[in-house]
């Protein structure tokens, strides 16, 4: 999948409505096996040995992991880089297609709009707010731009290791880009879920002319539940994997990091895929009873991990493409050098 620059659960028993973490441990971790197998061959290769390969689509579940502890710090810093529900960004002034690519400046473009424009916003219920992220879209497409940019700087020092330092901080530089990148990869998956990019995310909300469902479960079924019943996973989808080329990054006329505005577009194009993916669920393609009837549920499920993955593949292949040695590294590796040569 070639991508340029211009394309492009309830939790029961807490009476709390949250948008889950797309796909389950498994479903992510499909993704960024299939990130690895879109790889073009000139990618470096120690990402490929066994042992990183496995460390790769095992951190595709961490995130999710961090959603687990208890401390209320970590859930309210954590929660909201899962999803964007894109809706509300027109609801409170601001167009998706030029959207600032920097996080503060969007949180508070975004505050300010909401508090303009509150009658468009449901009231948000204390009880139900314990994390306190309800006043927030959610911050998805920010989370995958600011792992790029540590993927790139990750490429740049080890480059630069790789011609002047030890093999100790070779295989250190390594060890944190597989680390980068099977956590970013967690990100990109959720993108792929469509229900990740919507204010539907747990059952249709608000108007509902077609009489979509508002089962909340529909979310945590689509994640995990359809898969494992379906009996989805990587072997069946790797004959289908294409390689990936790497994303533009010409700067666009607005300044915006291009990475940010493909991954717009991405979560944008999933998002379109919204009420499609409603109007499956109405047909019953989605239940389990039908899963050996008919593929259409299946082959949409499948698509969207493949995507997913694709989409996850270049991003990492342009975080390695375009970093360039890092400089003050270098000059620091060679006074070390200097001194170390001197009588």
């Not at 880009?177 to 956590?183: A, D, E, F, L, S």
């Not at 009837?293 to 292949?317: C, P, V, Y």
């Amino acid at each position: 999948m070639k991508i340029h620059f211009a394309l492009i659960l309830t939790v029961l028993g807490s009476g709390i409505t949250l948008p889950m973490a797309a796909w389950d441990y498994s479903g992510h971790r499909m993704v960024n096996e299939l990130a690895l197998a879109a790889l073009p061959d000139d990618f470096p290769a120690f990402v490929h040995s066994p042992s990183n390969a496995e460390r790769i689509a095992f951190l595709a579940g961490e995130p999710d992991r961090w959603r687990n502890n208890s401390d209320l710090p970590i859930k309210h810093y954590n929660s909201v880089d899962h999803y964007l529900d894109i809706e509300q960004l027109p609801d409170a002034g601001i167009d998706p297609q030029t959207v600032s690519d920097l996080r503060y400046v969007f949180a508070t473009t975004f505050a300010a709009g909401r508090e303009a424009h509150l009658d468009k916003f449901p009231e948000i219920d204390p009880l139900k707010n314990t994390d306190h992220t309800r006043e927030w879209p959610g911050l998805l497409p920010w989370a995958v731009t600011e792992y790029y940019g540590k993927l790139k700087s990750a490429f740049s020092y080890l480059k630069t290791f790789e011609k002047a330092g030890t093999p100790e901080e070779v295989a250190n530089a390594q060890a944190n880009i597989v680390y980068i990148m099977g956590v970013m990869g967690h990100y990109v998956g959720d993108g792929a879920q469509p229900l990740h990019t919507s204010v539907h995310h747990n059952g249709w909300v608000g108007d509902n002319p077609q009489g979509y469902t508002k089962w909340p479960g529909i979310h945590s079924w689509i994640d995990g539940g359809f898969i494992a019943k379906a009996g989805i996973n990587t072997a069946g989808l790797l004959p289908r994997v294409e390689t990936v080329a790497s994303i533009e990054v010409t700067l666009p006329a607005d300044g915006r990091n291009p990475v940010f505005v493909v991954t717009m577009d991405y979560l944008r194009a999933q998002n379109a895929l919204v009420e499609p993916l409603y109007a499956l669920e109405k047909t019953g393609v989605f239940k389990a009873d039908n899963i050996g009837k008919t593929t259409t549920g299946r082959d949409f499920i499948e698509g969207q991990l493949l995507k997913g993955g694709e989409m996850l593949a270049s991003i990492w292949l342009t975080a390695w493409r375009n970093a360039p040695e890092d400089g003050y590294l270098a000059g620091q590796l060679a006074k070390r050098q200097k001194s170390e040569a001197a009588p």
